[in-house]
């Protein structure tokens, strides 16, 4: 069987039970087209109906509840998505999403006073992540840098691992000492799958912490952390998951726990090197590291207790992980290509295809990038206001590019809908409708 038979093939024994037919078990306005999963996720209605009895618990009985049933719930949804990633369950904790996890590793790193220490990022980072670093950098007096390595797509991963050589033999050239280097699982802009666990072995090869943003992973691609080994790993539940908002998981191996001795904030599960404080929660985990995240603060954590259920609900009602993988990455891979075939374009992937081993695909725009720059923003107005969707427009490597993120309630006549919608836009900007639209409000 070919491929494009083999795709065709796993599309429609997927749409028996996934595509517009699961629509049904969402919220979503029946006007509206959701192509922008990968930004805020989406919750089914039975899930939600679930928070929201946690959370009536939560007003019923507020301590019963907040002090002695919601942590035993916790550690189930722990144990659950710890089964899911291939984790021991002690070594995951949550937090409100995968920049909290960023800020919490780094915010908890202590760098030397020779000034040598680097932080690597590559160029495709997050944008809130970058300004993590910045931060960090900003306020470190000196002690930290960063280093950055400039990536541009397509590109091969044997040619991103050979930059991160490359990057790290420069670093010490100029006496400088490789710390920790932070990348993705799959980027946001463009959204490709990035060489992770390539990139994980180079930096235990070399004496580098890991720092793995998988804001766009579970849920999306397979994470198998026992075979990856990181020293760190960060990845939103309410993206790709189907978690409600907002949850993240965060991943530290038992050797790297001593070192995130605080959350953020601070709370009651922070040890003082001068002795312990009192603590008002009678329910504490014999792990430290899990203690310190289990009360960090008052907060409506009420979607973490939502893991376990929606790891079920994923399995009992599309079909368990491998089934929802299989059909949102081949969604994306063909329904990208039928997108580009009606703009008369392309899709962004490398000649061995890695860079699109995933639920997200990016489409080229028949604009050059002088009359699309200026014209984006207008574009995205436009889509929410006249056709009732949204999908993220962007410039990399001098070309526009439309994300469109696939899910198990799309089907590819949705993407034939996109590719239709965005080639109708496109056109609107080439008439002048844009430029004409800035003359009216100058």
């Excluded at 999963?37 to 509840?65: T, V």
């Excluded at 919601?70 to 659950?80: C, G, H, Q, W, Y």
């Excluded at 980072?125 to 797509?153: Q, W």
């Excluded at 990038?369 to 206001?385: T, Y």
């Amino acid at each position: 069987m070919g491929s494009t038979d083999q795709s065709s093939s796993i599309l429609n024994r997927g749409s028996s039970v996934l595509g517009q037919r699961t629509l049904q078990h969402f919220d979503f306005d029946p006007a509206h087209r959701n192509f922008n999963h990968g930004s805020f996720g989406a919750s089914p209605r039975e899930i939600r109906k679930k928070l929201h009895h946690y959370q009536d618990l939560s007003e019923a009985r507020p301590d019963q509840f907040i002090r002695y049933e919601s942590p035993d719930i916790l550690n189930e949804s722990r144990a659950a998505l710890a089964k899911l990633v291939n984790a021991p369950t002690d070594t995951v904790v949550f937090v409100l999403n995968a920049t909290t996890g960023v800020n919490t590793v780094l915010g908890n790193m202590t760098w030397n006073d020779d000034c040598k220490d680097e932080i690597f990022f590559f160029s495709t980072i997050y944008g809130a992540c970058g300004k993590v670093l910045d931060f960090i950098v900003d306020s470190s007096l000196g002690r930290v840098s960063s280093r950055g390595i400039t990536i541009t797509y397509p590109r091969e991963d044997d040619e991103i691992v050979a930059l991160f050589k490359d990057a790290i033999e420069n670093s010490r050239k100029d006496g400088k000492r490789p710390r920790i280097c932070i990348f993705d699982t799959v980027s946001s802009l463009p959204a490709v799958r990035f060489p992770f666990e390539q990139i994980t072995k180079i930096c235990k090869e070399e004496g580098i912490l890991s720092l793995v943003d998988g804001a766009q992973g579970v849920g999306m691609i397979d994470i198998d952390l026992g075979a990856l080994d990181p020293d760190f790993f960060v990845s939103n539940c309410h993206k790709w998951l189907h978690v409600p908002r907002a949850c993240a998981v965060l991943y530290v191996p038992v050797r790297n726990q001593a070192m995130i001795r605080s959350t953020l904030p601070t709370s009651h599960g922070y040890i003082p090197k001068s002795g312990e404080r009192f603590n008002p929660l009678p329910k504490r985990h014999k792990s430290a590291f899990v203690n310190n995240f289990q009360f960090v603060g008052t907060l409506d954590t009420s979607p973490y207790l939502c893991v376990k259920d929606t790891i079920e609900w994923r399995e009992r009602v599309l079909g368990g992980e491998a089934k929802i993988t299989e059909y949102i990455q081949t969604l994306a891979r063909e329904g990208g290509k039928k997108a580009a075939q009606i703009l008369g374009t392309e899709v962004l992937d490398n000649k061995s295809g890695t860079m699109s081993k995933c639920a997200t695909t990016n489409v080229a725009l028949p604009l050059d990038p002088e009359e699309a720059s200026p014209a984006l923003d207008w574009m995205m107005e436009i889509m929410m206001a006249e056709y009732n969707t949204f999908i993220p427009l962007f410039i990399h490597n001098n070309r526009p590019w439309a994300r469109i993120s696939a899910q198990v309630y799309l089907e590819m006549q949705d993407f034939e809908w996109a590719g239709q919608m965005l080639l109708e836009l496109c056109g609107r900007v080439k008439t002048g409708e844009y430029e004409m639209s800035q003359t009216a409000f100058s």
